[in-house]
């Protein structure tokens, strides 16, 4: 019963959370194409905590915060890029950052993940135990008639059905935030190539 109501908790927890990433992200990339100043998306950013690009963002743009005007420079279409060593330090920076936001969405999945292998075998045990227990009756009043039986078997099968009652959403649950996570792991590399690409094309230009 607490694998199962815990399980559900997370459940909707996570379902709330994505779906606030998912809204949010979209509300930073509507800024992110149509702003003309980096401070305007920086300032979205701060606010969209719930995004991991837009977490990506700040992270880039506080690594470049001592420079500002070349970031400025650079979104509009000038010929000053980030030198070769600037972008990487903003590649590790963009990298830690991802790291960060991958392990935020991943949290409390290794519970239900838990949940689902492990609620089972605890409803076996239990449908064990009501195996022995009819069996116990049945030595103990030299009679197998269903008033016997029946408190046991009644038992093993209840410890079933609890069993995989919270190892079936437990599944579900996993493996549709499993594929969220991996999701989103894919849009924020995809945002950091064209990040990288955005800051260093006009250096590329000059060369």
Known sequence: MFFSIVSWALIVEKAWQFRK???QTFEFLRVFRDARRPS???????????????????????????IPEVLDKV?????????????EAVNRALRRAAAL???RLE?????????????????????VWG?????????????ASLAVVAPGISEALIATAAGLGAAIPAVIGYNYFVNRVKHWAVEMEGFTMDLLNLLSRPAAKAG
Do not use: C, N, W
């Not at 949290?107 to 449908?127: C, D, K, N, V």
């Not at 022995?132 to 009679?143: E, K, P, R, T, V």
């Open 21 to 23: 990433v998912r809204r």
């Open 75 to 87: 979104l509009d279409d000038l010929d000053d890029g980030l030198s070769t060593d600037r972008l």
């Open 40 to 66: 305007i998306v920086h300032s979205a950013a701060r606010k969209l905590r719930q995004s991991p690009l837009a977490q990506l963002y700040f992270a880039a743009y506080q690594e470049v915060a001592g």
């Open 101 to 103: 936001e991958v392990a």
């Open 107 to 127: 949290h409390y999945l290794p519970f239900l993940a838990t949940t689902a292998s492990a609620t089972p075998f605890i409803g076996l045990f239990g449908t």
């Open 131 to 143: 195996v022995m227990a009819a069996f116990h009756g049945i030595g103990a009043q030299g009679s």
